[in-house]
């Protein structure tokens, strides 16, 4: 992999802010009575899309220091047809996709967005959307990068 210019480096005082941002999400996420077990799942399955090895190996790691269990990580990427989790988890997590792929699909299907509200409240669903946003963001920023993975 060729070394790239490290937009995260070169602009510390943004990257903060996003930062920021995140911490301020994960505020709300808990006020709205989102697990954050959930959203490291989302961090990772978003990350997953997205192939972003710095923030997987992040993310797994946050997850497993949360509780997370090995085997619900290691089926994240077949979420749909793994029983290990819960009805709001899967519509969270559908919307993830739905947001991660929208240069894919160019919209959030009226379908995962019902169903997202048949299981989060107004402001799960809140949380969820800005939870994904960001990490898209940090997903894309580290990708760019080509942010290493820590030894």
């Known amino acids: 992999m060729s070394q790239r210019i490290s937009l995260n480096r070169r602009a510390p005082g943004l990257l903060k802010q996003l930062i920021e941002l995140n911490n301020s999400i994960k505020k709300v996420a808990a006020e ?3 697990d954050q077990r959930l959203l490291e799942l989302l961090k990772i399955r978003t990350s997953q899309l997205n192939g972003c090895a710095f923030c997987l190996d992040m993310h ?3 997850a497993m220091e949360s509780g997370e269990t090995h ?3 290691y089926l994240l990427s077949a979420w749909r047809d793994a029983n290990v989790y819960t009805d709001q988890e899967r519509s ?3 919307l993830a ?3 991660t792929r929208l240069s894919e699909t160019q919209d ?3 379908e995962v967005y019902e169903e ?4 989060l409240t107004e402001d799960q669903y809140t949380a969820v959307g800005w939870a994904v946003t960001v ?3 940090f997903n894309r920023l580290n990708v760019t990068s080509h942010t290493p993975v820590p030894e």
Do not use: P, Q, S, T
Request: net charge neutral; proline share 0%.
């Open 32 to 34: 709205a009575g989102l």
């Open 60 to 62: 797994v790691r946050e």
């Open 71 to 73: 085997k619900r990580i």
């Open 92 to 94: 969270a997590l559908a």
């Open 97 to 99: 996709d739905a947001m």
């Open 108 to 110: 959030v299907a009226d």
């Open 116 to 119: 997202a509200l048949a299981h």
């Open 135 to 137: 990490m898209n963001a």
